[in-house]
């Protein structure tokens, strides 16, 4: 056990005075920041947010009522104004304003011309704006047959929607949140997975692991180095967590924070088992990439030899998320129990209230016996493989080297 701690200190220093291990940390804490200030940064560089349109009825065809116009929904400021077409377009080149509409009479029904700087990227007049000016004309023309309260409620749909659903698992929790975390937890589990091969790989290549090798047995030293760059990847994706809900709290505006990320779900025995799961999960990927980094030599095979583990590591993850989409699905379920994508589906099926107790428990166990007959394979072919200089080891060989007894 001791010589396990000893391994992985050793590790711990090594991953934290990489300058790429710093570089990708402060990348990555930065890039929080700034993509959290977003919105005050389009805001700073575009105003208030919304487009300046002018609206100009000319032929009073909206008869005096154009200030009525409820732009709510369609992402302008209007105002109403009498320019000619020529006063128009220099406002529009002299960015006073985005947009303008020429209201006109026509033959059989009124013609609006909808004018802007460059249509290259328009694919038709914005959806908001057809039915604010198509509901505030018939509003117009209904108030003109003179109907009575009774027969104007029954042409005006006043529809009560509610949401309900079939199944009988009640599904609580904001989507959102759960997509988050579970990309969060991906990049903690592969980022830390993939560094234990290169660690394995690279340690070979510069012959350390042979001074390793006289201190240490090789199980102590797949253990301590799997356990040290776990620690140092568990503590950088907190600090991201942290990071991330401070920018949060201090950039982002209440009301859009409240609206779009709902942390009434999160708990602390939510975050509890979110941290099992990463370690169950760091764990079974970990092993899994280091006994693939032991049976390489040199550093160009890295790649080609962790293809296969990233290619199950992509599939596993893409299971559990897009699961999420029905979350009460059978599909759900077997990504929450299948021990290679369970660590990023079952924390947030517990986070929705859909999953039972015993699930949970069945979870875990499938995925520690998963962890240990990985562990086994990786530290026994480790064992045979860890001064191999020779070249990457084929599939027959490692078997080959599994069931050697020497």
Not at 27 to 53: H, Q, R
Not at 103 to 126: A, F, S
Not at 218 to 225: M, S, T, Y
Request: charged content about 15%.
């Amino acid at each position: 056990m001791r010589d396990i701690f000893v391994v992985a200190k050793f590790t711990m220093k090594e991953m934290v005075k990489k300058t790429s291990y710093i570089l990708l940390t402060l990348f990555m804490l930065l890039a929080i920041i700034v993509g959290f200030n977003i919105p005050k940064l389009i805001n700073a560089v575009g105003g208030s947010g919304e487009d300046e349109l002018l609206i100009v009825d000319r032929d009073n065809v909206f008869e005096g009522k154009i200030g009525m116009l409820n732009m709510a929904d369609s992402g302008y400021n209007a105002r109403i104004g009498n320019e000619s077409y020529e006063e128009i377009k220099q406002m529009i080149n002299d960015e006073e304003i985005s947009a303008a509409i020429i209201i006109e009479k026509g033959e059989d029904k009124p013609k609006v011309r909808y004018i802007l700087d460059n249509i290259t990227m328009m694919y038709g007049v914005p959806e908001g704006l057809i039915n604010a000016f198509n509901s505030l004309y018939q509003n117009i023309q209904l108030e003109k047959l003179e109907l009575t309260e009774a027969e104007w409620q029954s042409i005006t749909p006043d529809f009560d929607f509610t949401l309900e659903q079939v199944e009988e698992e009640e599904v609580h929790g904001n989507i959102l949140v759960m997509m988050i975390m579970s990309l969060v937890l991906f990049e903690a589990i592969y980022v830390s997975a993939t560094q234990v091969a290169v660690a394995i790989t690279t340690e070979k290549t510069s012959k350390i692991v042979e001074t390793l090798a006289t201190s240490a047995n090789p199980k102590a030293i797949v253990l301590g180095k799997t356990l040290g760059i776990g620690l140092v990847g568990l503590a950088q994706t907190l600090l991201i967590i942290i990071t991330a809900l401070i920018s949060a709290k201090c950039f982002l505006d209440p009301e859009l924070l409240n609206q779009a990320l709902d942390m009434s779900n999160i708990t602390l025995g939510l975050g509890i088992i979110t941290i099992i799961y990463f370690i169950l999960g760091y764990s079974l990927y970990s092993l899994l990439y280091a006994l693939l980094g032991s049976t390489i030599s040199r550093q160009e095979d890295i790649q080609s030899v962790q293809t296969p583990a990233t290619l199950l590591t992509i599939f596993a993850f893409y299971l559990a998320y897009f699961s999420m989409m029905n979350p009460t699905s059978n599909v759900n379920v077997f990504a929450s129990l299948l021990p290679f994508s369970s660590p990023f589906c079952m924390p947030f099926r517990i986070m929705m209230g859909i999953s039972s107790t015993s699930d949970v428990i069945l979870s875990i166990v499938i995925l520690v016996i998963t962890t240990l007959v990985i562990s086994k394979v990786a530290i026994k072919i480790y064992s045979k493989a860890i001064l191999n200089y020779s070249g990457k080891l084929s599939i027959k060989d490692m078997i080959e080297l599994y069931k050697s007894k020497n």
